[in-house]
């Protein structure tokens, strides 16, 4: 079974990463942008959130952040969050990388969090985030991506870059990845479900 291969890997990490993306917080009540039940089905992502079109008019931007505004606010971390903080703490992670907004990671307990982001499509990442987390990439022996389309640049290259390096990959995702032709074990599943599994079988491993 693949999550009893991944907490195996897991087990033996000493320098575990951890990479999530919007499908971790599906759970907690916050839409992904991609993928079934995203929010891109709903709205052209280039006149919603490109900064050149928020400067241009910011109505299409406030339209949607309304929409979607009392759903992050009153978002809680879901297990999927509280296991990789459990990991953590177990010295089985040493930090998690996430391209996500809602800082629902540090909320659940993880205390090492990369936030690897713009706060709209076009604005530039921040450059000492992005160097820190190529550079656990490079240093890591596990890398485990979650809830990631893995189509947004530069978060995408992460992974390879931990598997150049030498690190072993696991997937956790609801539907398929470009990079899982790279993982050593893919889950197709609710990051809510697997991740807390997946803690527990580590723990015991
Ligand atoms: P994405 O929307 O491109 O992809 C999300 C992926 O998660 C999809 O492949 C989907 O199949 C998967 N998924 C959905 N529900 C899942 C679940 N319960 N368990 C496991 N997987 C699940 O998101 P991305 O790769 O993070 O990249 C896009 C951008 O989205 C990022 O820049 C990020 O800032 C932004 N974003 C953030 C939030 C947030 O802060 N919670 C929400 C939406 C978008």
Redesign the pocket.
Known sequence: MSVERAAELMARARAGVAL?????????G???????????AQYDPVKVASIDNFLRDPSAYWKVAKERGPA?LA?RPNP?HHALAALERAGRLIAVV?????G?HQDAGSRRVIE???FLFGEAMPIPAVEEAFALARAADVMLV???????YP??HIPSAAVDHGATLIV????P?PLDRIAEVVIR????E?LPELATLTSAA
Do not use: K, M, Y
């Open positions: 999530t993306g919007a499908g971790i917080s599906a759970e907690s916050i839409p992904t942008f991609r993928g079934a039940g995203g929010l891109w992050v978002a999927g996430t391209q996500n907004t809602d629902l690897l982001h713009g979650v809830g990631s389309s893995l189509v947004v978060a995408a956790v995702n609801a539907e990845t599943g609710r990051a809510g697997v």
